[in-house]
């Protein structure tokens, strides 16, 4: 079975670009996050979806993320406009039901310069 | 509130030395999701095991053991032996009650020389 996949592995922009970014589940998955890694903060919750209806957006730092989920096969995390301090590696994780292990993509390292 | 504490932020052993690696958790709530994930340099995160509250019998999966007390809060990770493979970033974490998210500890980074 294919794992959680994530696009772009990395992506690289400058300071007010839009970024995309992309996360296709575990089939079946009913469940999907967004987390967020930097060194200062360590991994933290995003968004999280349940049946493709965002279920709690607290983590969500400001206006400018906003994460989508228009069906059980795909999800995006926009930021508009990006900031340097949106440099880290953002995970796509997704589980079959609550209380089940999150199976993790790869991530995407974003570097907003 | 739920949250998960790795007090131990870097643990460094020669290889063959058993390593313990900690983790206290707080919640409220009686049904609850204990896991760790192993972070190796490659970046990816890997589950390595899950328990639930009502559950707690240790657990040993070849040189890896957990240690799982309610009494102290506590879902320690064992393992032994250890080789230089086990160089990682440890992560504990928690899921409680019927939030669904999965909430992490600081990381603890292992390094096991030669």
């Known amino acids: 079975d294919a794992g959680v996949i994530q696009s772009p592995r990395h992506e690289v922009t400058e300071m007010g670009q839009e970024v995309t970014l992309r996360c296709k589940p575990i089939s079946g998955h009913n469940s999907l996050f967004w987390y967020r890694q930097t060194m200062m903060r360590g991994l933290e919750l995003l968004i999280y979806?349940?049946?493709?209806?965002?279920?709690?957006d607290s983590g969500m730092p400001e206006d400018r993320f906003s994460a989508k989920m228009p069906n059980a096969s795909f999800s995006t995390l926009k930021i508009q406009p990006s900031e340097p301090r949106d440099s880290a590696v953002y995970f796509c994780?997704?589980?079959?039901?609550?209380?089940?292990?999150?199976?993790f993509g790869n991530g995407t390292r974003l570097t907003v310069t | 509130a739920q949250k998960v504490t790795q007090a131990q932020t870097e643990i460094s052993v020669v290889e063959k030395e058993d390593v313990t690696l900690d983790c206290v958790y707080e919640?409220?709530?009686?049904?609850?999701?204990l896991f760790w994930y192993k972070q190796p340099p490659s970046g990816e995160l890997v589950f390595l095991i899950r328990?639930?509250?009502?559950?707690?019998q240790n657990e040993i999966s070849g040189r890896y053991s957990w240690n799982f007390q309610k009494s102290t809060s506590s879902f320690n990770f064992t393992i032994t032996a250890s080789q230089v493979v086990d160089s990682a970033v440890y992560f504990c974490?928690?899921?409680?009650?019927?939030?669904?998210?999965?909430?992490f500890g600081q990381g603890t980074t292992l390094q096991v020389k030669p």
């Open positions: 919640t409220r709530d009686t049904t609850y999701y």
């Open positions: 974490a928690l899921i409680a009650g019927n939030t669904g998210k999965l909430i």
């Open positions: 994780a997704s589980s079959a039901r609550q209380g089940s292990p999150l199976h």
């Open positions: 979806f349940n049946n493709n209806v965002p279920i709690d």
């Open positions: 328990r639930n509250s009502f559950d707690e």
